[in-house]
């Protein structure tokens, strides 16, 4: 909020202020003069003053009622009327030279406090022109109707010279007023902007503190809720798991089908102990649980992990792998005669790598025709997200496949 301009405000009351005491001083300066060297007011000059009196009340009012500094045109019609007064005044005034009339006192004090008044609410050039004519008409009138002495002359020059430098003295002090005037409001807008911005930063520290409150709260209800599902899984490990796990061993059960379905179900128990059922590469590893708890309904157990950082995989990229890696195991169920293969997904800097192994009879991959189902199938599902594989395997030694895409 902008604060209105005060300071500007106190020095045009200052100015206006200093207009009215300066024409009153100075007008009651003029009657004492007129009483004590004259003997008392004239009936013209009795006239005359009562004019000077009432329109330096009305240049009173306006100063003092109205806001702001007086318009140029309250300068205009004061300056009017102190030519007429100046003109009136030497008319007339009595021919003698030693007259205080003649000798300037009212003209002086008409010019200068018009010039005062001129230079403080008009232009620069509004203060020159109502200062020097002013000046001109008291010299003037006092050249016509009266003849002057060399003496005299010089006097009346002497005080129209003082008239121009007295109203850019006035001038000079109202602007300096009206400079410190703003300088004031420039102060206060500034107060008032850094009050403005200390409030701001006080309700953005409150605000701060109280989201900070908010995210400590939170932290500590998923502390609690982490170490109560850690309670509830290790609960799990401890009493469930343990019991499925012994159950799907040998001699145990006597139905082999029931105990194989007892170890998938372990093993789908395992990992959600261990990994929290959390997604670490896209979804990856949870088609590949999938793929291998297929073969494990099938009568072949299946080891599987997965390590590495968690990245994002495209749906094409993990659906290409999941498949390559059935193919892979359903090599294993079909041809190795081996019981038990392993399965690892692991995230490495440029690629996605995984691996079968199995301890089977095995093969030789270079006997192998292209277009059987491990060579062609692989080949053309990773091949369509520029990926590769790989086989190693020999007769008696099992069979190591890897399958990879880029990350």
Known sequence: MVPDPVGV????????????????????????????????????QGLFIAAAVAESGWLSWVLLTRPGRPKPMVAVADAAFGVAALVFGAWSAPPNASHFWGNAM????LVSSGAVLAAMCATVRGTMIAST????????????????DPAYAVNISIDMLT???????????????????????????????????????REQARHEQEVAALRLAATETALAAERERLENMASLHDRVLQTMETLARDGVLPDSRLRSHV????????????EGGRREDGSLSDRLWSVA????RLGLRVEFSARGP???????????????AREALNNVAKHSGAAYAV?????????????????????????????????????????????????????????????????
């Open 163 to 201: 008239y121009v430098p007295f109203a850019w003295v006035a001038r000079w002090l109202g602007t300096e007023v009206g400079a410190v005037g703003a300088r004031l409001d420039v102060m206060q807008e500034e107060a008032v902007r850094k009050a403005e911005q200390l409030t701001q930063a």
């Open 310 to 324: 968690a990245v994002a995989i495209a749906e094409p990229c993990v659906h290409a792998l999941a498949e390559a």
């Open 293 to 296: 708890e297929e073969f494990e």
């Open 133 to 148: 004519t002013l000046a001109f008409a008291y010299g003037t009138g006092m050249a016509w109707f009266h003849e002057m």
């Open 106 to 109: 009212y003209p002086f004090t």
């Open 343 to 407: 399965m690892r997904a692991v995230v490495e800097p440029a690629r996605v790598l995984v691996t079968v192994v199995d301890t089977g009879c095995g093969f030789d991959p270079d006997a192998v025709p292209w277009g059987t189902g491990l060579t062609d199938s692989v080949k053309t599902r990773l091949g369509t997200v520029h990926g590769g594989f790989l086989v190693e395997s020999a007769p008696g030694e099992g069979t190591r496949v890897e399958l990879w895409i880029p990350t």
């Open 9 to 44: 405000q106190q020095a045009d009351r200052l100015v206006a202020h200093a207009c009215v005491v300066i024409r009153a001083a100075l007008l009651a300066q003029f009657c004492l003069a007129v009483l004590v060297e004259d003997r008392g007011f004239h009936s013209v």
């Open 263 to 274: 170890a998938v179900e372990a093993r789908w128990l395992r990992r959600l102990i261990e």
